[in-house]
């Protein structure tokens, strides 16, 4: 019986991969918020609270640090193997994923600071509708993926897997509307391209997202996804799904 299978420190162990679990769950909600409130700046024009948005970043790196820590220590106090490892270093990738979240959404609230903070005219809020209906997507992704790994829930995993494709088509059919703003009006190519960069934001947020989902596929299957199309996925997890 070595340290890792004695009975008070297999329990201790876990006890350590909660602590670590719950900072997860603590940056995702964050995170979510963060990206929630970043595009709700942009529809008040408020950017007084995308200031906020903007420092509040602060707080996704310090939990990110901290993460990071705690799993450093883990590793060098437990040695984990095989599994245990490999269950640590997922929920790492997971964190990094997650603070990743959090710099696209500041990438937002900078946006509303650029549009309304510059004395010069803002967009209609015609040609930033993409925007908002992209972040309710990107945000049902999001949201999802939090909840599959919190209830470690295949199924839950799969749906946001599924849903790359349509934010693919929503990213694609955005620029397309966007162009007939160019071709009706030059003038608003400034614009275009600035709205160009909020949608480019949300879609790495939904990547972000599916990254998380095919994350968790594998912390329950020991599969991993990462590269595997979608029909690829489900004939491997089938049995368990």
Do not use: C, W
């Not at 948005?53 to 220590?73: M, W, Y």
């Amino acid at each position: 019986m070595n340290e890792m299978t004695s009975g008070h420190t297999v329990k201790a162990f876990t006890e350590e991969l909660d602590s670590i679990n719950q900072l997860v769950i603590e940056l995702g909600e964050l995170g979510l918020d963060q990206l929630r409130r970043a595009v709700q700046t942009l529809m008040d024009e408020d950017t007084k609270e995308a200031g906020l948005v903007i420092d509040r970043d602060r707080e996704l790196n310090e939990i990110d640090i901290k993460a990071d820590e705690e799993i450093i220590r883990l590793i060098a106090k437990r040695q984990p193997v095989a599994k245990d490892l490999r269950d640590i270093l997922t929920v790492q990738k997971i964190i990094t994923d997650l603070e990743r979240v959090g710099d696209e959404a500041r990438k937002i609230a900078n946006l509303t600071i650029h549009f309304y903070d510059n004395g010069k005219p803002p967009p209609s809020n015609e040609i930033l509708r993409d925007i908002y209906d992209m972040a309710t997507f990107v945000d049902d992704m999001l949201n999802k993926s939090l909840q599959a790994f919190v209830k470690v829930d295949l199924k839950i995993a799969l749906d946001v897997i599924e849903q790359e494709k349509r934010l693919f088509d929503e990213f694609r059919g955005s620029l397309r509307r966007l162009s007939t703003f160019l071709m009706e009006d030059s003038r608003s190519v400034g614009h275009v391209v600035d709205i160009v960069l909020a949608l480019r934001a949300l879609e790495r947020i939904g990547g972000h997202a599916k990254n998380i989902g095919g994350h968790v596929i594998f912390l329950i299957t020991g599969k991993d996804v990462r590269h595997e199309n979608l029909s690829a996925i489900y004939s491997e997890v089938a049995d368990l799904a």
